[in-house]
């Protein structure tokens, strides 16, 4: 499985960003997208998770970011609005994947990582 992640750049604070992430090859069951980040000098962070049975956020960015995904096409979104310098950081996708059969196999999943600055 590979994760193709793009829409990072540089914006300037309060503007909006729109990342994406594509899952492709063997896919036969998907348990949930997520997005990470990481600053430099910081460990990576849980943005957004998003499953069958819903989503959650972290508390730094809820009422900003907007977390959504594509089945049809196995991509997962990533709407970051009112930007702060504070979400400067390399963002990652992350996938977990399940297998099929009467013992599922659960496998994760990570795509290079985006360059979101945020600046003036």
């Known amino acids: 499985v590979q994760l193709q992640a793009s829409g990072g750049g540089l914006v300037q604070p309060g503007g909006s960003l729109r990342l994406s992430c594509a899952a492709s090859?063997?896919?036969?069951?998907?348990?949930?997208f997520g997005w990470y980040r990481q600053a430099p000098g910081k460990q990576r962070e849980l943005v957004a998770r998003?499953?069958?049975?819903?989503?959650n956020y972290a508390d730094s960015v809820k009422g900003r970011f907007t977390i959504s995904r594509d089945n049809a096409k196995n991509t997962v979104y990533l709407q970051m609005s009112s930007l702060k310098p504070e979400d400067t950081a390399v963002y990652y996708c992350?996938?977990?994947?399940?297998?099929?059969?009467?013992?599922?196999?659960?496998?994760?999943?990570w795509g290079q990582g985006t360059q979101v600055t945020v600046s003036s």
């Open positions: 992350n996938v977990q994947t399940r297998s099929g059969g009467s013992w599922p196999v659960e496998d994760d999943y």
């Open positions: 090859g063997s896919i036969f069951g998907i348990n949930f």
């Open positions: 998003i499953s069958s049975i819903g989503t």
